[in-house]
């Protein structure tokens, strides 16, 4: 005889068919994950897509600072430069002065020991060296070689004050020069930091995005530089060494400073001293590494001009000048050779450049003459 099931076996076999029946709340758990999942990712995605736009808007800013900063930098030296030629110009006309004035007083001691009174009355009654060079008794008085000197020191002393007028408003262009300088360093600094926040944040889909942007700016550069050459070659006129290295001298040339630079086409942009800009001023953080563009040998130097410097000779002669430079790296020596990609020193503002914003500057010399290294530059970094 067959037993009956039990009311237990009956208890156990319906809630083994309930769970059967109901994997509802199952379900709808996972597609509340599903869904979150989607929203947090839709979230990130904008969130990436919001900072490549702050990249692309904190990448022209920094741009246009640089720039910004170049010009004001090429005005403060020039007015330095005619500062100095002025100053110059003063102690002369100064020196001529006081020269010309010992002539007038030997011309009234003269008269002195000769009995003129009428111009020894002159003398004393007037009030500056140039009161007594135009009275009527030293004219009178003086010979005609005399007469030359005297109208020579009236000159001299009216070029002097107004020389030293135009010194006083030149110094305080310099001192509004400076202030506006030192802003825009401020600015410049702020700006590489937020572009380092903006990278330190980034997924690997905002890094290959950037990437891309970079490459594209640096592709439109060189295209943009590569019409202009044709245009000066046509019209003749930005000849010899302002148009650059010949790409067929720099094969191989990769970005001296890691991870890309800030920087304009500053080539003969004034400099102190009266001199010229030859090279290319790179704006990056301090301690940025720098990169050899080739492999060669290369060799490290200071002096109070450039500060902290390296030179990177190619094996087809071309020479490679790095410089302002913050330290040298302590692996490698002077004298040794490098392969490309080798930290050869870290970017600063040594020398001459101590006041100003942290920036290599880079020349390159085919045959040891410097030419315009900007085209070269702009298309690999």
Known sequence: MVRPFSRRWVTVLLALALVGLVPVAASAQTQADVDRAEREKEIAEARQTQAYQDYVDVSAQLEEAVERYEQIYAQHA??????????????????????????????????????????????????????LVTSRALIDRAAKRELESLDNLDAVSREADRSSAELDVRRADVAANQAEAELIVDEISTLQQRQREILAQADANLTAAIETLKRERREKAAEDER???????????????????????????????????????????????????????????????????????????????????????????????????????????????????TVVGFLGNSGNARYTSPHLHFEIRPGGKAVNPYPTVRSAC
């Not at 330095?80 to 002369?92: C, D, K, P, Q, W």
């Not at 009355?121 to 500056?128: I, L």
């Not at 001009?305 to 692996?331: E, F, I, K, M, Q």
């Open 78 to 131: 020039d007015l330095v430069y005619r500062i100095s030629r002025m100053e110059s110009a003063v102690e002369r006309y100064q020196t001529e002065a006081a020269e010309l004035e010992e002539a007038a007083r030997d011309i009234v001691l003269d008269a002195y020991m000769s009995g003129q009174s009428n111009l020894i009355g002159s003398a004393f009654s007037a009030t500056t060296i140039q009161d």
């Open 227 to 341: 019409i202009k050459r044709q245009q000066a070659e046509r019209s003749a006129s930005r000849p010899g060494a302002a148009g650059g290295a010949a790409p067929a001298a720099t094969p191989g040339f990769m970005c001296p400073v890691q991870g890309g630079a800030s920087f304009i086409d500053s080539w003969g942009f004034p400099r102190s001293g009266g001199r010229k800009h030859k090279g290319v001023d790179m704006f990056n953080a301090r301690g940025t590494p720098l990169l050899a563009v080739v492999d060669g040998r290369i060799k490290f130097s200071y002096n109070s001009l450039g500060g902290r410097s390296t030179h990177l000779y190619a094996d087809n002669g071309v020479v490679y000048y790095y410089t302002h430079l913050d330290s040298h790296p302590s692996n490698i020596s002077s004298g040794q050779r490098v392969s490309k990609g």
